[in-house]
């Protein structure tokens, strides 16, 4: 009987050893920059870059230049584990809040009900249509 108890005790812990790992399949672990709105785009336009880390953890991050007098400014927000969908919120961009469908290829902006956003600011320049989906295949082109 105490053999059974030990076993059903170390199966027990070895389930709630496993809870703090992230649940959902992980899109991707690394770093991945995007820009999902670039019908804003101009001299001082942000770079946004969104990390995913082996245990789940989202951090979004930015960078600014301002073309007028060359001053950076930064920002990086911890958004907690992987889900769904992901909010982000800038304080240095006076608590500018995102929310964010990370996928495999691409990254998509939504409302916080998970509705993908459709904007005029989400088209690029030459495009000829009133509103495009706000979503960006990732560049890993950059690094900063």
Same mark, same amino acid.
């Given at each position: 009987m105490?053999?059974?108890?030990?076993?059903?005790l170390?199966? #027990?812990?070895?389930?709630?050893?496993?809870?703090?790992?992230?649940? %959902?399949?992980?899109?991707? #672990?690394?770093?991945?920059?995007?820009?999902?709105? /670039?019908g804003?785009?101009?001299?001082?336009?942000?770079?946004?870059?969104?990390?995913i880390?082996?245990?789940?953890?989202? #951090?979004?991050?930015?960078?600014?230049?301002?073309q007028?007098?060359?001053?950076?400014?930064?920002?990086?927000?911890?958004?907690?584990?992987? %889900?769904?969908?992901?909010?982000?919120?800038?304080?240095?961009?006076?608590?500018?809040?995102?929310?964010?469908?990370?996928?495999? !290829? %691409? #990254?998509?902006?939504?409302?916080? $009900?998970?509705?993908r956003?459709?904007?005029?600011?989400c088209?690029?320049?030459? $495009?000829?249509? /009133?509103?495009?989906?706000?979503?960006?295949?990732y !560049?890993?082109s950059?690094?900063?």
């Amino acid at each position: 009987m105490v053999l059974v108890m030990r076993a059903l005790l170390a199966l #027990i812990l070895f389930v709630l050893a496993g809870c703090d790992q992230p649940t %959902k399949k992980l899109p991707f #672990i690394g770093k991945r920059y995007f820009e999902t709105r /670039p019908g804003v785009s101009g001299t001082g336009t942000p770079h946004k870059k969104v990390e995913i880390k082996e245990n789940g953890e989202v #951090i979004f991050s930015f960078s600014q230049i301002n073309q007028a007098d060359k001053t950076e400014t930064t920002g990086k927000y911890h958004a907690g584990q992987f %889900k769904k969908i992901v909010k982000c919120v800038f304080e240095e961009w006076d608590n500018d809040t995102s929310y964010y469908e990370i996928t495999k !290829d %691409k #990254i998509y902006e939504t409302d916080s $009900a998970g509705n993908r956003l459709m904007l005029d600011e989400c088209c690029g320049l030459s $495009a000829d249509v /009133p509103v495009c989906s706000c979503e960006d295949e990732y !560049d890993d082109s950059q690094y900063w």
